[in-house]
């Protein structure tokens, strides 16, 4: 089955600095790959998805990079702010038809100091 | 509109018990997944459901076991619980044709 690793497991920046978190993925039919985030208390929450035909993707200040030859995707937040702090978890799955489930990284905990 | 929602929120539990938990998915979708969170395993699946029909399993023991209703709520269950079955569980729905999973908060189960 699909097996997704994530890196780093903690990630500390200031604020106003860029952070990036790295995955990557055994399967090489996957080709959706969503970020969650989890704040204390509450469920992940999708904050960007990137499908296997598209290499990057952006929304304000998160952007996704796909590199589907080397199996890996990356999440990049730049001018970080300290509501960014919370867990981020990268996840992988195969869509057929609507029919999937999503294997996900272990996830990163990110604190941003003001 | 209304969100996914789980309940209860909090579960403590004797093991060697069983228990229920229940999820509400957004108003249209047909579709719940329930996921175990833990910290040293992460987030896991468990399984799906879609217009009543399990359509997908995760590698779970059969101790495990879920159903759906036909106004799409679903409930899972959990026998002869073990120590090891303290998580927070999550259910996430979607209209079941695409990707685009919404999750609830969960329901944190503690077993004693």
């Known amino acids: 089955g699909e097996n997704v690793e994530q890196h780093p497991s903690t990630l500390s920046v200031q604020e106003g600095d860029s952070a990036v978190i790295k995955c990557t993925y055994s399967d090489s039919a996957s080709n959706y790959f969503p970020w969650y985030k989890q704040e204390l208390g509450k469920g992940p929450q999708l904050i960007i998805d990137?499908?296997?035909?598209?290499g990057e993707k952006k929304d304000q200040r998160i952007a996704v990079t796909l590199n589907k030859t080397a199996k890996h995707f990356s999440l990049h937040i730049t001018e970080t702010q300290p509501e960014d702090s919370a867990v981020y978890f990268c996840a992988a799955s195969l869509m057929n038809s609507g029919y999937s489930t999503l294997t996900f990284g272990k996830g990163t905990m990110l604190l941003v100091s003001p | 509109k209304a969100g996914v929602t789980q309940t209860p929120r909090y579960l403590i539990k004797t093991r060697g018990q069983q228990v229920t938990l229940s999820c509400s998915p957004i108003?249209?979708?047909?579709?719940v997944s329930w996921y175990q969170q833990t910290p040293g395993q992460g987030l896991q699946f468990l399984f799906e459901?879609?217009?009543?029909?399990?359509?997908n399993k995760g590698n779970f023991p059969g101790r495990f076991s879920g159903r759906q209703f036909s106004n799409s709520r679903s409930e899972m269950n959990v026998s002869t619980l073990e120590l090891g079955d303290s998580a927070l569980y999550l259910c996430?729905?979607?209209?079941?044709?695409?990707?685009?999973?919404?999750f609830g908060s969960g329901t944190r189960l503690t077993v004693v």
């Open positions: 459901y879609f217009s009543e029909t399990q359509r």
């Open positions: 990137i499908r296997s035909n598209v």
């Open positions: 108003s249209g979708h047909r579709s």
């Open positions: 996430a729905s979607s209209q079941g044709q695409g990707p685009g999973y919404t």
